[in-house]
């Protein structure tokens, strides 16, 4: 440029409205020595994966091809796995001996883009903050991929809290669906001790009861003592009719006096065994209405002690279906160049912007001189 043509640029320059300076031509040097000088590159690790669980329907798309093999996402642990990530405990664990902090806080980082930056302050908020701004874990619930993007000021750095925080997921799921498991489990089997107590309380009382009465089954004993009762009914009857034709054939027979004591034998009898089925205390009628609780309390501890155990059967089979882990889909990669800062965008967006401004406050004291005048 020819020193005619130089001045005539400057002078062209110092023709331009302050405003315009202040609002756009400022802004714009500031970003080109911002973007140009000082900006530090930034390196994006990125890792792909997906929540599965065998019992769990599908979504869509890769839901859907999950579930073709017999397995698919499991939306609980997606959800826990993501806030956990961006959570200030995650940030505790990746920063376990000041690993993170060392790696942002790094003197080739530029002032600007540095955790502790200008003002210094590095507390443990602060350093949340910067963490969020970092760490990103988005969930696409179309696929049910879960991406997971770390950027850092070193490419290995990146990669290497990628890793660590996708082992952080695997573990957070792992422990998730270990407890659920655990804990499905568990609530069955005590259900089952609870069952089997109560099975051998009943059956010791039912045994306790049987051995006071001597009796095995009243209603079966009963049965037993109707039949003599029968048989000594049908022989008091056959008596009863040969002393009747005795009596009356031949009455001074001496066979009447025998057939008299044996009727009177065989009634005394029949009453004796009426009593001890039905009509007193002890009778087997009597003891078949406690014998018939104890019974059904039995039956019914060994029905919930069936149940309790099919219980616990379908508890395992429910905890081996809910076991739920994470399938990477892609490994954290080790960027090989920066993606940020996108330098000339930045530069373009800031001019672009204080055009705008630029513009926008012309009008405005325009009007403003316009209502004075």
């Known amino acids: 440029m020819s020193a005619k043509n130089f001045k005539a640029t400057t002078a062209g320059l110092t023709r331009l409205p302050r405003l315009f300076w202040f609002a756009t031509a400022l802004p714009t040097i500031c970003a080109l020595l911002y973007y140009g000088l000082f900006a530090s590159n930034v390196y994006i690790s990125e ?49 376990r001996g000041s690993a ?9 980082v530029s002032v600007f883009d540095r955790f502790d930056g200008i003002l210094g302050n590095r507390s443990f908020e602060n350093l949340y903050k910067y963490y969020d701004g970092k760490v990103k874990v988005e969930y696409d619930s179309a696929s049910s991929i879960t991406t997971l993007t770390v950027r850092a000021y070193n490419p290995k750095s990146a990669q290497q809290f990628n890793e660590q925080l996708l082992e952080m997921a695997e573990q957070t799921v792992n422990r998730m669906s270990e407890r659920g498991r655990r804990d499905l489990i568990s609530v069955a089997q005590n259900e089952v001790s609870n069952a089997k107590q109560q099975a051998q309380d009943a059956a010791a009382a039912l045994a306790s009861y049987r051995d006071r009465q001597g009796l095995i089954d009243p209603e079966k004993q009963a049965a037993i003592q109707m039949q003599m009762i029968s048989k000594l009914q049908d022989g008091l009857i056959t008596t009863k009719t040969q002393l009747l034709e005795l009596r009356s054939l031949a009455p001074a027979s001496p066979q009447i006096p025998v057939l008299e004591t044996r009727a009177k034998g ?36 060994e029905k919930q002690l069936a149940s309790a155990l099919a219980s616990l059967e379908e508890s395992r089979s429910e905890a081996r279906r809910k076991h739920a882990y994470v399938e ?46």
């Open 47 to 95: 890792s792909r994966f997906v929540v599965r669980s065998p019992d769990k329907p599908a979504v869509s798309g890769l839901g859907l091809l999950v579930k073709s093999s017999g397995l698919s996402t499991s939306g609980d642990e997606i959800y826990a796995t993501k806030d956990y990530l961006t959570s200030r405990d995650a940030l505790r664990a990746i920063n």
């Open 100 to 108: 993170f902090e060392r790696a942002f806080t790094n003197t080739d």
């Open 266 to 301: 065989l009634a005394r009898e029949i009453e004796g065994q009426i009593g001890a089925v039905a009509g007193s205390k002890g009778s087997l009628a009597a003891s078949a209405v406690q014998y018939q609780r104890f019974s059904i309390a039995n039956q019914f501890a």
């Open 328 to 373: 990477r889909v892609v490994q954290p990669n080790l960027p090989d160049n920066p993606l940020e800062p996108r330098r000339l965008r930045g530069v373009f967006s800031v001019f672009v912007l204080g055009l705008v401004a630029w513009g926008l406050l012309s009008m405005l004291l325009a009007g403003l001189m316009e209502h004075r005048d």
